[in-house]
Nanobody, 121 residues
Framework: QVQLVESGGGLVQAGGSLRLSCAAS????????MGWFGQAPGKEREFVAA????????YYPDSVKGRFTISRDNAKNTVYLQMNSLKPEDTAVYYC??????????????WGQGTQVTVSS
């Protein structure tokens, strides 16, 4: 069973930056496809970024492309989400997710508890 714990959320002004971290345990991290999702109040959870097992490929929706960067350190069992040029509409709870499936996965099997990101205007 894979456990995921996010950290790094907080309150930031528009145009600012945050780096989220997600520490994984209980599994083989280097075999996991990792993703980040955001859920704004009253909205469905949305895909934000994903990274393949080796870190060689990354994927983003147009809404964050060029502003967010996903990366991973397989030696530290950690995936990161660097968020730059933040906008008020980026305000959401951000969840880390994992699956042993390759990319694109049919679903993510493991989820963290989420970390709140609030961007003020």
């Amino acid at each position: 069973q894979v456990q995921l714990v996010e950290s790094g959320g907080g309150l930031v002004q528009a145009g600012g930056s945050l780096r989220l971290s997600c520490a994984a345990s209980g599994g083989t991290f280097s075999s996991l496809t990792m993703g980040w999702f955001g859920q704004a109040p009253g909205k469905e959870r949305e895909f934000v970024a994903a990274i393949t097992r080796s870190g060689g490929w990354t994927y983003y929706p147009d809404s964050v492309k060029g502003r967010f960067t996903i990366s991973r350190d397989n030696a530290k069992n950690t995936v990161y989400l660097q968020m730059n040029s933040l906008k008020p509409e980026d305000t959401a709870v951000y969840y880390c997710a994992a699956t042993y499936s390759g990319y694109p996965p049919g679903r993510y099997d493991y989820w963290g508890q989420g970390t709140q990101v609030t961007v003020s205007s």
